[in-house]
């Protein structure tokens, strides 16, 4: 039977550690409740050949997407974090000398039948939050945050990306394996070398 889309949640950041040609590593994976919507644009390369007038060939190739998080506030010390601020006494300074720092973004999409989507995306950077910030008129208005994120391949494996869909019967996905999907980040060896998938 068919499993549909009905939920987002469990959006979890761990920050990258390590990444390069012979490790990825990561922080402990922290929970952000509050995920409202996530949009995901692919980052496609295209490379067409023609000959004899018409298209004979086209190479398509993608590494990573462009992200729109909407949460409902991401917490101001993760956003210093994200952001390569500094956070002190509970002031977020903001300088023209930050530099964003990589991390890995995690979350569940629950379907129905009882079965989940599971994702992490390895490496990712966020621009600067947008913020919509109103009166209170007649109605309670919520503002909330939509974060610009770009998800790209990691080093270590060119991975960019991890996904497991339960509802898939036959993978062999346990339900051990989906209890413990978040408490670290996946990490599959490079293609070609060793088979057995390793997190750090």
């Known amino acids: 039977m068919d499993a549909f889309r009905i939920n987002i949640n469990n959006l979890h950041i761990a920050f990258l550690t390590k990444d390069d040609p012979t490790v990825a590593s990561f922080e402990k994976p922290e929970l ?21 007038g018409h298209m004979r060939h086209q190479e398509i190739l993608t ?14 010390k993760i956003l210093a974090r994200m952001r390569g601020q500094e956070y002190e006494g509970g002031v977020r300074r903001s300088n023209k000398a930050d530099t964003a720092v990589y991390f890995a973004l995690g979350y569940n999409v629950d379907l129905t039948g009882g079965h989940k989507e599971l994702t992490w995306l390895p490496k990712c950077v966020a621009a600067p939050s947008n913020k919509n910030v109103q009166q ?48 670290e980040v996946p990490v599959l060896p490079p293609k070609g070398a060793e088979t057995t998938p390793k997190t750090k």
């Open 32 to 52: 952000l409740a509050g995920t409202m919507q996530i949009q995901f644009t692919p980052r496609v390369a295209t490379a067409p050949l023609y000959g004899d």
């Open 136 to 183: 209170r008129t007649e109605n309670i208005n919520y503002s909330t945050d939509s974060l610009t994120v770009t998800s790209m391949a990691l080093e270590y494996n060119g991975d960019y990306e991890y996904a497991v869909d339960t509802s898939d019967t036959e993978s062999g996905f346990t339900p051990e394996q989906v209890d413990n999907w978040f408490e």
């Open 63 to 76: 590494d990573g997407y462009g992200i729109t998080l909407d949460h409902n506030k991401i917490p101001p």
